[in-house]
């Protein structure tokens, strides 16, 4: 018999995500499946539900978790809010908002890019300036937490210039969720999108939304209909909502769904904003010593940075591929390499979840310093 | 401290699916998380390419899972296949089949409809003639196992006939793949989509898809863009393609992808001809008993049936839904109610991956019997 069960190696996980899962998250996800429909499991959608609307800080019951990774988030987010032939606004400094370019143009709509340099903040300036020239535009899209650059941009202040405009708000939360403050109401951001491997410390694969009242109203108001059926909100709508006498759309990952549930209920143990405080600090920490004991500093200038997922730049000289590999078989460490403008140029170091802490910095500079001969 | 984990009942799943997990499945999935870019992730990527043929009988390398459920692989091989205006005849006699039809008056195709009676297999002259009346088709569409009315429709021949029509083929082959004969290549099925819960005994939450040399050229050779990202085949085909030169697509769901990985082994271990015998004798078995002890009969003529998903007509005077509520609260045990047209008219029970076995068949007749007060 040729069987050969998977046994993958323990891995520290310090790139842009996954990061470790907490053990309790892992636990979970082998305990008994339950069907879709089960009054049980009817039960923990609602308690998932009420637990994002806690982490999204929002009171929209329009909030519950896509049965896909973040990338599903980001096109059903975009297909729902904008209409083939839409003016839509999309600030971009970086790979993943250059995705959703590329979402937006295969809907049909029409794209005006605000850019960025790759490893900046957006500069608001640049988004007010876009909207004064296209008074027509519908919706802005931008990128809170810029996985591919290390760039944090200031989306309360991108979202009061939208709203300004009277343009509708789609932000990626995907690298900010859970770990540093995201106030999907008192920022006005109508369709939100994350993904549950990085802040919230759980496995790959889902993606929590959560869409304002005006956005359910813009999307009732649709002239065209959403063309995806999966993503389509007001099936999925029918599905998180009415308690026991919901209406069936697909066949929900039950025990994914379990691990989703128990990173929550971990979050709001420690109270979310407990947890951006420690994300900060241990960011600074490693920062001070990247500096001190390595040389190595972020690319993106302070006040700017994703505190927890640190573009770092490569040295002269340095083999940047080589280090990750070395991370990697001597140390059992992954860590990030560059996207797009970026590949070869620096490092990603996520410092995310449930890795947010003193030992993961202690064992990551001792394994750098190791590999970069620094001894 | 108000955390409550969520511990699921350990119920018997013999609905529609998902059906009872191996539990060496089960066990996989809290293995510790690899990063999707990780050498080791990408073997298990190889590996599970590899199984996925197998499984399907195919030698096309675009075979892969897909990060959604079976939805989704409905969804994305639509979206791929079709474009806005094009014809496509859908065979339909079912709640799953018009879903295809939903799906695609989303995309914008244009669609001929074969309309067959609930819970009978698609009648092949039908398809024959609609052909004859629509000669610029492209694609034709139907489902394999009907999974809301328990019928199996003759697959192989509805594609011989929609190529002699030259068009291409779509199948949904969710409720038959792993355990019915499934014979990709030589049936000729261009897309074909499947998910994880039922024949293979995994969790839910993937759709394992194949798509031929033919479908990958029509595909190639689209005028109008795939309208999706997410479901974009040529940017699918980049990600589980090229070993470790792949190119970035999402974060994979690694856990799950573990538990798949496993499930795929044990049935390659006990080979898929093996399984499907077995779904086929212990489901003569079952109808059998039903029939001598409970005098419940399906509602599909034989030689129709989907033999591990029986549709059972609910005895005239018996309340359908508090029988499913009996089974659920005393006898711990999940059985299906009817869709769409068959709502109140039938139970579904299921007998698939790993629950198809004489002790299921035991445990299913001695609670119904109680349930029923047949004893």
Same mark, same amino acid.
């Not at 040729?2 to 996980?13: A, V």
């Given at each position: 018999?040729?069987?050969?069960?998977?046994?993958?190696?323990?891995?520290?996980?310090?790139?842009?995500?996954?990061?470790?899962v907490n053990?309790k998250v892992l636990d979970t996800l082998s305990r008994a499946t339950l069907g879709h429909l089960d009054p049980q499991f009817i039960g923990l959608m609602d308690e998932i539900k009420s637990l994002l609307k806690y982490t999204?800080?929002?009171?929209?019951?329009?909030t519950f978790v896509l049965s896909g990774p973040g990338?599903l988030g980001?096109?059903?987010?975009?297909?729902?809010?904008?209409?083939?032939?839409?003016?839509?606004?999309?600030?971009?400094?970086?790979?993943?908002?250059?995705?959703?370019?590329?979402?937006?143009?295969?809907?049909?709509?029409?794209?005006?890019?605000?850019?960025?340099?790759?490893? /900046?903040?957006?500069?608001?300036?640049?988004?007010?300036?876009?909207?004064?020239?296209?008074?027509?535009?519908?919706?802005?899209?931008?990128?809170?937490?810029?996985?591919?650059?290390?760039?944090?941009?200031?989306?309360?202040?991108?979202?009061?210039?939208?709203?300004?405009?009277?343009?509708?708000?789609?932000?990626?939360?995907?690298?900010?969720?859970g770990?540093?403050?995201?106030?999907?109401?008192?920022?006005?951001?109508?369709?939100?999108?994350s993904c549950s491997q990085?802040?919230l410390a759980c496995v790959a694969g889902m993606s929590p939304v959560?869409?304002?009242?005006?956005?359910?109203?813009?999307?009732?108001?649709?002239?065209?209909?959403?063309?995806?059926?999966?993503?389509?909100?007001?099936?999925l709508?029918?599905y998180w909502s009415?308690g026991q006498?919901r209406?069936y759309h697909h066949t929900a990952p039950s025990n994914q769904f379990y691990g989703l549930h128990e990173a929550l209920l971990i979050l709001k143990?420690?109270?979310?904003?407990?947890?951006?405080? /420690?994300?900060?600090?241990?960011?600074?920490?490693?920062?001070?010593?990247?500096?001190?004991?390595?040389?190595?500093?972020?690319?993106?200038?302070?006040?700017? /940075?994703?505190?927890?997922?640190?573009?770092?730049?490569?040295?002269?000289?340095?083999?940047?591929?080589?280090?990750?590999?070395?991370?990697?078989?001597?140390?059992?460490?992954?860590?990030?390499?560059?996207?797009?403008?970026?590949?070869?140029?620096?490092?990603?170091?996520?410092?995310?979840?449930?890795?947010?802490?003193?030992?993961?910095?202690?064992?990551?500079?001792?394994?750098?310093?190791?590999?970069?001969?620094?001894?």
């Open positions: 018999m040729s069987h050969k069960s998977f046994n993958p190696h323990h891995r520290i996980l310090m790139g842009p995500g996954p990061s470790n053990p999204f800080k929002t009171e929209s019951d329009a990338s980001m096109e059903a987010c975009l297909v729902n809010m904008i209409e083939p032939g839409d003016k839509v606004v999309i600030c971009t400094g970086g790979y993943f908002a250059n995705r959703m370019i590329q979402i937006v143009e295969k809907i049909g709509g029409q794209v005006v890019t605000v850019k960025e340099t790759w490893g /900046r903040a957006i500069e608001p300036q640049k988004l007010e300036d876009a909207l004064n020239a296209n008074t027509d535009a519908k919706v802005v899209a931008f990128v809170h937490a810029e996985t591919s650059t290390g760039a944090l941009s200031n989306i309360k202040q991108l979202s009061e210039i939208a709203h300004k405009h009277n343009c509708l708000v789609v932000a990626d939360v995907v690298t900010s969720l770990a540093i403050d995201v106030m999907v109401d008192e920022w006005k951001l109508d369709a939100v999108y990085k802040g959560s869409f304002s009242e005006q956005a359910l109203h813009h999307i009732k108001n649709r002239k065209i209909p959403i063309q995806s059926w999966f993503n389509d909100l007001n099936l709508m029918g009415g006498k209406m143990d420690e109270e979310i904003e407990n947890a951006w405080r /420690r994300h900060k600090e241990n960011s600074a920490k490693l920062i001070s010593r990247l500096k001190e004991e390595l040389d190595l500093e972020p690319i993106v200038p302070s006040g700017e /940075r994703i505190p927890h997922l640190l573009a770092i730049k490569v040295p002269y000289g340095v083999d940047e591929a080589k280090v990750r590999v070395d991370l990697l078989t001597k140390h059992n460490l992954e860590i990030g390499a560059g996207l797009g403008e970026l590949a070869g140029k620096i490092w990603r170091i996520g410092l995310m979840g449930y890795n947010s802490n003193e030992k993961m910095i202690d064992y990551f500079i001792s394994a750098m310093k190791k590999v970069l001969d620094k001894n």
